[in-house]
């Protein structure tokens, strides 16, 4: 696999089962390959779009989970078909290895079948029955019936890190559409070419499902204007995203302040820290630093659960945790990023970090595109006086902070904003002091680990991939996993319904 053959790339939006382009363009920035041109998103697109998925959510809706399901395990199906040129075009596109893209096709056919077999189940409606009681004596009480209902049309923004996990037909797609929800993707100006193809293999599977074309739409990037028009849509009802704070936070402010405020869902990132306990130091510190420099480089750093902080006792135990990382990061060759904007982002953000206390252990020396990673290290007091040592930088970039106790660990932990992961690293012999850690870390995060590392997130029922903000917008949420479905869900009661009028599921 080395080139795209014949395959022609016609950059337009997919607009209710029509593909249609307008005047502007924009062109990709591939790492390599050839540059393409991209027809434009636009606020018009916007409203046929949306007009379009409320028209087919009168249908959608209101059909059967055995029929949602089919079309989940349909869009697997046209995925998998076109999988060669995903990867060609993902590749190009993104710079990420084959491998890597191979494999998050195949997690992203995976979760759209998951979704397919846990709404064959039913359990996500959360049914309830209240039996009336006609001859209480407080008063006849009647019969009550609850089940979670689609929201409507659902906003998704697609991911600059994840070119098919998080993006065209993603886990925020995925979940809205296992819902009942129509969706309209804002595609990322990072990878138009993948999300083209995509958005063909759902075009593909509304046909051999027989759908209303309003279901999918794909309005490609290029313009910012067409995030805002898609959040303030009057006929959008929720919004997925995953993206910077800044973004994430702009739109989020976008929702609230509209006529009907609507949920957003935002994951905003993370700096995912890790607490060595004394024990699991003395015992394998040069093993946790190995390990850490490769989950920190990692993707080239870029996934949003990334460990960019290391909080440990200052004992001569971490002099081998830190110079067994550094080591690490040092064979680490320079790698291209996802795109020119996220690179330019790395180095400042590493620029931001060597300006403070913070002393280098190891200074990275990339430019341009490519990055390369870097370690610092910091005294508790000092990373707790300057908070913008707690901000991510996104890319292999590592900070090292040094505790001088077990309460100045405590009081750290505490000190966190909200975190999509906290991790304990321990032996039994740190236990005690594992138990009076890990009632902080849960307060701060939606997923809590010991002795692992927080990058690869697995699609199962019991994830949680969310937390308190600024991690996530919605603490109650998460992305991932079968819980993200009922983001797009609103209970309903029915009272004192016939049974004949009832929803199908409730009956």
Not at 402 to 419: I, P, V
Request: glycine share 12%; aromatic share 6%.
């Amino acid at each position: 696999m080395t080139d795209l053959g014949d395959r022609s790339f016609h950059g337009k939006h997919l607009i209710a089962g029509s593909w249609v382009a307008c005047g502007a363009t924009f062109r990709s920035e591939p790492a390599h390959g050839p540059v393409r041109a991209f027809s434009s998103g636009t606020v018009d697109l916007v409203d046929q779009a949306a007009e379009a998925a409320e028209e087919a959510f009168w249908s959608y809706g209101y059909s059967t989970r055995a029929e949602r399901a089919d079309f989940l395990d349909a869009i697997a199906k046209e995925i998998e078909a076109r999988a060669e040129i995903i990867t060609l075009i993902g590749t190009q596109e993104t710079g990420l290895p084959v491998a890597r893209l191979q494999g998050e096709r195949g997690r992203t056919v995976g979760q759209l079948q998951l979704f397919a077999t846990h709404i064959r189940k039913g359990d996500y409606l959360d049914r309830r029955h209240d039996a009336a009681l006609p001859e209480r004596a407080a008063g006849p009480r009647p019969d009550i019936r609850l089940m979670e209902r689609p929201v409507g049309p659902v906003a998704v923004f697609g991911a600059s890190n994840f070119p098919l996990a998080f993006s065209t037909a993603g886990g925020d797609t995925a979940a809205a559409l296992a819902a009942g929800c129509p969706v309209v993707v804002k595609g990322h100006s990072a990878h138009p070419g993948t999300s083209e193809v995509i958005a063909e293999a759902i075009h593909a599977a509304i046909l051999r499902s027989k759908l209303h074309p309003g279901v999918f739409s794909l309005i490609q990037g290029g313009n910012r204007a067409v995030g805002s028009a898609l959040v303030q849509h009057p006929l959008v009802k929720a919004v997925g995203f995953t993206g910077s704070l800044a973004g994430g936070r702009a739109l989020f402010d976008l929702c609230a302040q509209r006529p009907e405020p609507i949920p957003f869902f935002g994951e905003l990132g993370s700096v995912n820290p890790m607490f060595i306990l004394p024990q699991a130091m003395a015992a394998r510190g040069g093993e946790l630093g190995r390990g850490w420099a490769g989950s920190l480089t990692m993707g080239v750093g870029q996934f949003c659960t990334n460990p960019g902080i290391a909080v440990v006792l200052d004992t001569p135990a971490a002099q081998d945790f830190v110079a067994s990382a550094a080591e690490a990061l040092a064979q680490v060759a320079p790698q291209p990023m996802l795109t020119p904007g996220i690179a330019q982002a790395y180095h400042a953000g590493q620029a931001r970090i060597a300006d403070s206390a913070a002393r280098p252990v190891f200074a990275s020396t990339s430019e341009g595109r490519h990055a390369t990673p870097g370690l610092y290290e910091v005294t508790g007091d000092q990373f707790q006086q300057d908070h913008g040592l707690h901000e991510e930088v996104f890319g292999p970039l590592g900070l090292v902070v040094r505790a001088r106790d077990l309460a100045d660990l405590q009081r750290l932990a505490k000190g966190f904003d909200g975190q999509l992961t906290m991790t304990l690293h321990m032996d039994d012999g740190d236990l005690t002091a594992a138990q009076s850690l890990a009632p902080i870390l849960e307060r701060k995060a939606g997923r809590v680990l010991v002795n692992g590392f927080p990058t690869g997130v697995e699609v199962v029922d019991a994830m949680v991939h969310g937390g308190p903000y600024p991690a996530s917008t919605n603490f109650g949420a998460t992305s991932v996993g079968t819980l993200s479905i009922r983001r797009f869900l609103r209970p309903v009661s029915y009272q004192n319904f016939p049974t004949a009028l009832l929803p199908e599921d409730l009956r």
